[in-house]
């Protein structure tokens, strides 16, 4: 499965303790622009991470690193 990640839930039960990260959300001065996973982490490590990109207004930063963490994944269905 691929494509553009909207949405990711973070935790081993996401219904009740999870923490959500989605595009567009607010993060300090600017706001998450996009999530990615991470292949080569994967094919390196052999282990699960994403990273979470934050838009300021002079440039685009990485702001946060998912690793071996249970994540519920939402796709964009913008086609």
Not at 33 to 41: A, K
Not at 61 to 79: C, G, H, Q, T
Request: glycine fraction near 10%.
């Amino acid at each position: 499965m691929g494509g553009l990640i909207r949405k990711i839930v973070v935790g081993r039960d996401p219904k009740k303790d999870g923490m959500a990260y989605y595009v567009g959300m607010s993060v300090g001065t600017g706001s998450i622009c996009s999530i990615v996973f991470d292949d080569f982490y994967f094919h390196k490590f052999g282990m699960i991470r994403y990273v979470i990109y934050v838009q300021e207004p002079e440039n685009q930063v990485a702001w946060k690193s998912i690793e071996n963490m249970p994540v519920v994944v939402e796709y964009d269905l913008n086609f």
